[in-house]
C-alpha cells in the first residue's frame, strides 16, 4: 500500500526534526517522494512520528492466558500507537527454548499488529543455575537475554552468563535487585510501609546488586541494560559508569516517573509494582535522569493482571499493572511537567528506545520501516477499565485525566489501527 499523510507536524527526534509536512510510504517503507497514492490521511492538527518502542511488555502467553492473551494485548498496543515491544521471558514455560520462541513469534506475526521481539531466557526456566543456549535462542530471534525479574543468587553464573555473552556479543538485560534483601518485601522501605504495617524493600537491595553487576561488566565488557531503575542512587552509579565509558544502558518504567510511595494510599493494590514505588526523592531523581539523558528511555513495564490477582490484602496481591496504552500520554505528562521539546519527549519511546532494543525503527528517514503513529496532542481522556483494550484493566493511572490520543498507528506500512 502507498500512504500519503498530509498536513502534519512531523517529529522525527532521532534527526531532531520538527515542522509541517507530508510523509509518504510506499512498500512497507518510508518514501522520499509522493508518486501514486492508495489512501490519503488529512493529518491537520496532528503529531505524524515515529512508531513508540515499548521495551518491556509482557504479552502473558504462553502460560498466563487467562489474564491476557496475544490478541488482547497486540490490540492494546497498537490502540497506544506501539508498533515494536520486546516481550520478557517470563512466560509459562519461560522463553529457553527455541520451540517456544519461534512458536510466539509466528503467533504474534500472524496477528499483524506490533514487531514482537522476545528477549530469550538467560538461565534454563529462570532458575539462576544452567546457561541457557544462547546462539540457538538468537538463531531464533532473540534481541537479547535476561532473567526478567527472577534474581540470580549466584554471582559466578551472573559471571559466566556475560563472559558467554561478550564473546558472541549479545546483549544481557538485567533487573538490579540483591533477592536476599527484598526477601518478603512488598513495599519500599521507609515511613509509609511502616505506617501500614508492610515488609519493606531497602534501595540498597537495588544498588548492591547494581554494583555487583557493573563490576562484573567491567571485567568481562559484556553490554548490559539495566531494567527499571527505581532509585536515587542507582541513577547516580550508571551516570558514573557511563562517564567511565561502560557499555551499558538503562530504562526506567513509566508509573514510577509520576508515581512515589505516598499514593499507595490506604493499601491500594493497584500500585502494587516491581520493583516498588519509591520515595519523592527518588521519583524526582529517575525523571531528571531521563531527562538528562542518564537514563535511556522510558517503557510501560505493562504486566496485565487479572482481578482474582489484585482483588487481594497489597501484601499479597500480584504485583503488575496494564501500561500499553497510557504510554504515550504519561510520556507526554512526563515532558511537559519537565518543560521539553515534544521531540525530546518522543525521543524517549522512539528513537532512544530502538537503539536500546537493537532495532531500525524509530526514525522517519526514506527508506527505513514505515512504522508510523499519528496522535493527537491535546485530546483528552479519562482512565477507566472500560477505555482500556488489554485484558488487564488494572493500573494506578485509574480516574487520571491525560492528554494523547491516537489516532492512526501504522506498521510495515499497514494503517492497523484507526481511533
Known amino acids: 500500500m502507498r500512504l500519503a499523510i498530509r498536513n502534519a507536524r512531523l517529529i522525527d527526534p532521532a534527526t531532531g526534526r520538527d515542522g509541517a509536512g507530508d510523509l509518504y510510504i510506499a512498500d512497507g517503507k518510508i518514501s522520499a517522494e509522493a508518486g501514486r497514492v492508495d489512501r490519503t490521511i488529512d493529518a491537520k492538527g496532528l503529531v505524524v512520528c515515529p512508531g513508540f518502542v515499548d521495551i518491556a511488555a509482557r504479552l502473558r502467553e504462553p502460560g498466563f492466558e487467562y489474564k491476557a492473551t496475544l490478541e488482547s494485548e497486540m490490540e492494546a498496543a ?20 527455541p520451540g517456544l520462541v519461534d512458536m510466539l513469534r509466528r503467533r504474534a506475526k500472524a496477528l499483524s499488529r506490533a514487531r514482537v521481539y522476545p528477549i530469550g531466557a538467560l538461565t534454563v526456566k529462570l532458575e539462576g543455575e544452567r546457561l541457557t543456549e544462547m546462539a540457538q535462542l538468537a538463531e531464533a530471534g532473540c534481541v537479547a537475554f535476561s532473567q526478567a525479574n527472577a534474581p540470580i543468587a549466584d554471582t559466578q553464573v551472573l559471571w559466566r552468563a556475560l563472559q558467554y555473552a561478550a564473546t558472541f556479543g549479545f546483549r544481557v538485560w ?32 537495588e544498588t548492591i546488586a ?14 548490559v541494560h539495566f531494567c527499571r531503575l527505581s532509585t536515587a542512587g542507582a541513577v547516580g552509579m550508571i551516570r558514573v559508569a557511563k ?35 519509591r520515595s519523592q526523592r527518588d521519583r524526582d531523581a529517575l525523571a531528571r535522569g531521563l531527562e538528562e539523558g542518564v537514563i535511556d528511555c522510558v517503557c510501560s513495564d505493562h504486566t496485565p493482571v487479572d482481578d482474582d490477582g489484585k482483588h487481594l490484602p497489597f501484601a499479597e496481591a500480584e504485583p503488575g499493572a496494564t501500561g500499553l496504552e497510557l504510554l504515550l500520554p504519561l510520556t507526554l505528562k512526563w515532558g511537559e511537567a519537565r518543560k521539553l521539546p515534544l521531540a525530546k519527549s518522543l525521543a524517549r519511546i522512539t528513537s532512544s528506545a530502538a537503539e536500546v532494543l537493537g532495532v531500525t525503527t524509530g526514525r522517519l528517514a526514506p527508506g527505513a520501516p514505515a512504522d508510523v503513529t499519528v496522535f493527537d496532542p491535546n485530546a483528552t481522556f479519562r482512565v477507566s477499565p472500560q477505555t482500556l483494550r488489554s485484558q488487564g484493566k488494572h ?15 501504522i506498521v510495515d506500512g499497514n494503517v492497523v489501527y484507526e481511533g
Open 210 to 223: 547494581l554494583a555487583s553487576a557493573l563490576e562484573l561488566v567491567r571485567a568481562t565488557g559484556a553490554r
Open 78 to 97: 497498537v490502540a497506544g500507537g506501539v508498533t515494536s515491544l520486546a516481550c520478557p521471558p517470563d512466560t509459562d514455560p519461560p522463553l529457553d527454548e
Open 395 to 409: 493500573t494506578p493511572f485509574t480516574g487520571y485525566e491525560l492528554a494523547g490520543r491516537v489516532r492512526y498507528t
Open 243 to 277: 562517564r567511565e565509558g561502560l557499555a551499558v544502558t538503562c530504562d526506567v518504567a513509566i508509573h514510577h516517573l509520576h508515581l512515589c510511595e505516598l499514593d499507595l494510599g490506604y493499601f491500594d493494590s493497584n500500585c502494587r509494582l516491581d520493583p516498588p514505588l
Open 174 to 205: 538485567l533487573r538490579p535487585e540483591d533477592a536476599w534483601l527484598r526477601k518478603g518485601g512488598v513495599a519500599h522501605d521507609g515511613e509509609v510501609a511502616t505506617r501500614l504495617g508492610l515488609p519493606g524493600i531497602p534501595s540498597f537491595a
